[in-house]
C-alpha cells in the first residue's frame, strides 16, 4: 500500500513564503510523475505543478516565477516552494504521485489527504 503524507501548509501573510513536502512511503518499486493541486473552497481542484522523475517541470500559469517544484527521489520526497504568496493562492494543497508499487504492477494513481494552506493579512 502507498501513502502520501504532506506537511508544510500554514497562515502566511502576503508576500510570504511556505515550503510544502509529500513524503510517498509503503510498497513502492518506482514513482513516476509527481505534483500538486489546490482546491479553493467551492472551486474544483486544479493542477498547480509536476514534475517528472527526471526532473523536468511544469506550472499552471498564475503560479509561474513564484512556485517551484523539485523532488528528492533518494527520499520518495518531492517540494513546493510557494514565495510571494497572494490571497488567491488560499487552498487545500494536495500531493499526487504515479507509483508503481511493485515491478509487475501497473501505475497507479495516489493522493495525499491534503494540506491547508492560508493567505492572509
Known amino acids: 500500500q502507498v501513502q502520501l503524507v504532506e506537511s508544510g501548509g500554514g497562515l502566511v501573510q502576503p508576500g510570504g513564503s511556505l515550503r510544502l513536502s509529500c513524503v510517498a512511503s509503503?510498497?513502492?518499486?518506482?514513482?513516476?510523475?509527481m505534483g500538486w493541486y489546490r482546491q479553493a473552497p467551492g472551486k474544483q481542484r486544479d493542477l498547480v505543478a509536476v514534475?517528472?522523475?527526471?526532473?523536468?517541470?511544469n506550472y499552471t500559469e498564475s503560479v509561474k516565477g513564484r512556485f517551484t517544484i523539485f523532488r528528492d527521489n533518494s527520499k520518495k520526497t518531492m517540494y513546493l516552494q510557494m514565495d510571494s504568496l497572494k490571497t488567491e493562492d488560499t487552498a487545500v494543497y494536495y500531493c499526487?504521485?504515479?507509483?508503481?508499487?511493485?515491478?509487475?504492477?501497473?501505475?497507479?494513481?495516489?493522493w495525499g489527504q491534503g494540506t491547508q494552506v492560508t493567505v492572509s493579512s
Open positions: 509503503g510498497t513502492i518499486f518506482r514513482i513516476y510523475d
Open positions: 514534475i517528472t522523475n527526471d526532473g523536468s517541470t
Open positions: 499526487h504521485a504515479v507509483v508503481e508499487p511493485r515491478d509487475w504492477d501497473k501505475p497507479g494513481d495516489y
